[in-house]
């Protein structure tokens, strides 16, 4: 019983560092959409220069998936981790002593390309160390760091940059990323048992085989449709806010702290859902679902605050809901020994949709000089055809563990 608590209490604490890596990558780059009128005028940058710091961060995250794809599953974990976090928390204090656009830039496509490898990382020690059957469980309380950094996170960034400048959320990243690296040295376990059985081929070559495995590939198409069902929309969501809904942007920060309040709650309920009846089924469930508040999101205008923010809160609830089931999903679909490599492709994959997410939504919407936005309705329409794409796509995915789902 005692070894039990012990094991128990041991698996807490991984998830809860594990939680907190991601609190971090997942703030330095929400910050980034809410910051753009301090960095447009501190920095006298156009709107076309913000959008290229934005995107800049998915790139580079999508390069950095390609690089550790090869060599991920032949290092320890625990210290593979912790050396890339130390990259990270230097990369994201480079953002804050940036003095111009170039600098900021250059920092941010370094910070994208350590957070694309921690997220990686993350979601790959997750699943070697949880066994299946509590592993979407698992994969909720890591997928709360969303939530945490919608409501504390990001309401508590725009705080500090307001009273102390753009560049204040960074430094805070850079501290709490410390704290992190240091706890993480003391309490996190050794990860090994994927080394013992590791192929002596070439990365490159055990790379490329991982790549065109036919499950694979349909795994990695599920991460894309996902994808682009939720990030076509999710850029414009402030900007039409504004523009179209009529709301203060003082009231912003109240979107992403009930958004993020109410995931914080959803997400484990969704993951212990999925342990119960189906990984396969509750996805489909909340991807369907999801077409809803996609679909009013984009079409609301002019509503009271209270509408706005109901429907906004079921969007996070239902998009970020989806990734629940699918992280176990995909996570289950190739063998422990590669499992490393393949979700470091995936998870380029998944950057990459995110840039091109944002470049479709952008292909359909235009701003008249008054601000008003056109054509963000045919975005939802597009997001929701992907929902329902993923749903029945999901299907030809074929789990390795466990019972079928």
Known sequence: MTQRLQL???????????????????????????????????????TDEFALLVASYSFSAAAAGLLIAPIVDRFERKRFLLAIFAAFAVATLLCALSPG???????????????????????????????????????GYVATA???????GVPFSLLLADALGWQAPFVLITLISAGLIWFGYRALPDFRAHLDTRREARAIRQMLRVAVEPNHLRAMMLTCLVILGGFTVIPYITLYTIANVGIASNQIPAIYFLGGAATLITARFIGAMADRFGKVMVFRIV??????????????????????LAVTTLFFVLVSGRMVPLLAIVGAAVKPQARGTFLSLNATVQSMAMGLASMVGGVFITQSPDGFISGYGWVGLVAASFNVMAAVWVGRVTIHEGKPS
Not at 122 to 135: G, K, L, N, Q, Y
Not at 293 to 299: A, C, E, G, N, Q
């Open 8 to 46: 128990a209490h041991a698996e807490r604490a991984m998830l809860l560092i594990l939680a907190g890596v991601q609190f971090c990558h997942v703030l330095d780059f929400m910050i980034m959409m809410p910051l753009g009128p301090f960095l447009i005028s501190a920095l006298s940058i156009t």
């Open 101 to 139: 656009f170039l600098t900021l830039l250059i920092a941010r496509g370094l910070a994208g390309v350590f957070g694309g490898m921690m997220g990686a990382l993350v979601h790959t020690m997750v699943a070697d160390a949880i066994p299946f059957e509590r592993r979407a469980k698992a994969t």
């Open 146 to 152: 969303f939530s945490v950094s919608s409501i504390a």
């Open 287 to 308: 991807a369907i679902g999801a077409c809803i508040p996609v679909l009013l999101v984009t079409t609301l205008a002019q509503v009271s605050l209270v509408i706005w």
